[in-house]
């Protein structure tokens, strides 16, 4: 237990420059999507990765060795991430393994880890089926699916006596609308509306349509970026007026805000991590990311730097690039990343980190729950 809660020091002391094994560099191997409907979150998740290689060589090493990053565009399809990870494996030989953005793409992702025995954190995946199959290597960093949604308690909290419920037909959307469910029967609180939709679907006219025949106090939309934004943009247009408007991903997205101006005003979001967050870490990241790489980073950045992170503190902690050993430190650690808590349970579950809820208000992504970190106070009802 000592040497867990020593870890997150002793990862950021220098190790002795110039001092290489003759072993050759540890490989870490990932596919991202490049290309595709996820392009976005890949690309700003590899970015995370790389600049966490970037750190941990800049230091000296890990275990005397560089740290050497395979990647490929998996064109955000769970076929082409098969792919990448059997090639990863088979032919670049790589050490361990980094999952792919999203739970669909990891749930095949992380087969092949199962396949050949191989270590694999995943980065932002959360659905409740990666963690239900009674794999050994797949360890997860981001909140799971059921408890995505806690936040909307505050909607509740403040007089929500109904609420309306749409969602893409994803794995980690219909697993988070689980989660949603049952907290509306915990609470006694009606849905009376709850609709899936395809993930690729952008014109909601028809669902604007019944969700202001419903006239729900709270509307929760368990969606991506480009879908979250023509369903604000196609309630607006209906006139439809909840107390609580919700969604998943899209609003923690600065793109989100830009692209709706005035729209957005009042959107609350979830996000596992924000550079206004006063926690260790932080600001230096946000700094050094945007001097690297010409802007902001997003929570995904900070998701694929946190996979790099729990990694390097695992094979620290065995001292071995061994995978049972390095498999049990990931299982049993305790270690607190850029993300926050890592802790997993025994089937590599998550069940360290919980999610920030955020508003937008006066154009910001404003922090609102825990309140123990809120920027600004929660506006209910919207205006």
């Known amino acids: ?15 002795i420059p110039g001092v290489a094994s003759a072993e050759g560099p540890i490989k870490i191997g990932t596919t991202q999507a490049l290309t595709g409907h996820y392009e976005d979150f890949g690309k700003e998740q590899l970015r995370g990765i790389q600049m966490w290689v970037a750190d941990i060589n800049a230091r000296g090493s890990l275990l005397g060795r560089p740290v050497e990053l395979v990647h490929y565009d998996d064109g955000s399809r769970s076929a082409r ?10 032919e670049d030989k790589v050490d361990f393994l980094i999952g792919p953005y999203s739970s669909a793409l990891t749930l095949r992702a992380s087969a092949v880890a199962e396949k050949y025995d191989f270590p694999m954190v995943a980065s932002a995946a959360s659905a409740e089926e990666i963690w239900s199959r009674g794999y050994k290597n797949i360890f997860g960093i981001d909140t799971p699916a059921g408890n995505y949604l806690d936040g909307v308690q505050a909607g509740l909290d403040a007089g929500a006596k109904s609420a309306a419920l749409v969602y893409a037909r994803t794995p980690f959307a219909e697993d988070v609308a689980v989660g949603v469910r049952k907290k509306a029967a915990d609470t006694g609180i009606p849905i009376v509306l709850d609709e ?18 419903v006239d729900a106090d709270l509307i929760l939309g368990i969606s991506y970026l480009e879908d979250s934004i023509a369903i604000v943009r196609a309630i607006r247009k209906a006139g439809v007026k909840p107390m609580m408007l919700a969604f998943t991903v899209g609003p923690a997205l600065r793109e989100f805000g830009d692209r709706l101006g005035d729209d957005a005003e009042g959107v609350v979001g979830v996000v596992q991590w924000l550079r206004s967050v006063p926690l260790p870490g932080a600001q230096d990241f946000a700094y050094r990311y945007r001097k690297r790489y010409g802007q902001n980073p997003g929570v995904h ?17 065995a001292g071995t690039t061994d995978h049972d050993a390095v498999r049990e430190q990931l299982r049993t650690m305790y ?14 579950r998550q069940i360290g980190k919980t999610n920030y809820q955020l508003q937008w208000q006066e154009n910001q992504r404003r922090l609102i729950a825990p309140a123990e970190l809120a920027e600004r106070e929660f506006i209910y009802p919207l205006p």
């Not at 899936?196 to 025949?213: H, K, N, W």
């Open 1 to 15: 237990v000592i040497r867990n809660l020593l870890l997150t020091t002793c990862l950021f002391v220098m190790t």
């Open 81 to 90: 991430s098969e792919e990448g990870f059997e090639k990863l494996i088979n």
């Open 196 to 213: 899936g939709y395809p993930p690729e679907q952008l014109d909601f006219t028809a669902m604007a349509r019944r969700l202001a025949e």
């Open 301 to 317: 950045a900070a998701i694929g730097y946190s996979a790099g992170q729990v990694i390097e503190a695992a094979v620290r902690l």
């Open 335 to 348: 270690f607190r990343s850029l993300l926050g808590k890592y802790n997993t349970d025994e089937t590599g």
